[in-house]
């Protein structure tokens, strides 16, 4: 089997959209919104063609990834940008192939290539420090209130683009999506059960847990 790593098409747009709802359905919580986001991300002046990125597998879209801008302030109000990714998505019966890599990978080299440095992305730890990632408290990158959440992990695609100095993180608007509006969107799909998954719980802990103490 052949994986090819291309831009997303007007023509993939559904079958990503439903290759992203199988990978997240009931696994942080029951259901999912991440299909939702990516229907409404491409429209935003966030969204970024350039870094959207489908991954094919002889002829089939089985895994995605799109970026949008956020920004880094630091404490004398100089704002950064840089970039943020999510969802990515690989269809569960393609996972645990390294095809999520060399996704990651190729949307990485090709970011620098743009001119990008830094990618801040909220994730498990499990998943991304393998990619290089690193605890935003390593970084010094904090949210609005001061906490290093757990979850927020930082890429530096050039190697002192951070200089050290504390930065705050905001996301791009889009992320705060309409949680009403995408359960509609999700009921006007074809049904899939809601459940419960112990990956839920996990979940819960991860994003509500933040790094405390030195770096």
């Not at 990834?65 to 840089?82: E, F, N, Q």
């Not at 100095?165 to 999506?177: C, H």
Request: a negative charge.
């Amino acid at each position: 089997m052949m994986l090819t790593i291309r831009n997303e098409t007007q023509a993939d747009r559904s079958a990503v959209e439903a290759v992203t709802r199988r990978a997240f359905y009931n696994i942080y919580v029951p259901g999912c919104t991440e299909h939702y986001l990516v229907h409404i991300m491409r429209e935003h002046p966030d969204f970024i063609p350039e870094l959207d990125f489908v991954a094919e597998l002889d002829g089939r879209v089985i895994g995605n990834v799109m970026y949008t801008r956020a920004t880094l302030t630091d404490g004398a109000g100089a704002v950064k940008d840089i970039l943020t990714f999510g969802p990515v998505s690989i269809a569960p019966e393609h996972q645990r192939n390294g095809y999520g890599s060399l996704l990651l990978e190729h949307s990485f080299r090709r970011a620098e290539e743009l001119g990008w440095d830094v990618i801040v992305i909220f994730g498990s730890p499990s998943n991304y420090v393998g990619c290089g990632f690193k605890s935003c408290k390593k970084h010094n990158v904090c949210l609005e209130d001061g906490r290093f959440p757990s979850a927020m992990l930082v890429k530096e695609l050039r190697e002192g683009a951070l200089d050290g100095r504390k930065w705050v993180y905001r996301d791009s608007p889009v992320m705060s999506i309409d949680e009403e509006a995408a359960r509609r969107y999700d009921d006007a799909l074809e049904p899939m059960a809601k459940e419960y998954r112990p990956s839920q719980e996990e979940f819960y802990i991860m994003s509500h847990s933040s790094v405390e103490g030195g770096t």
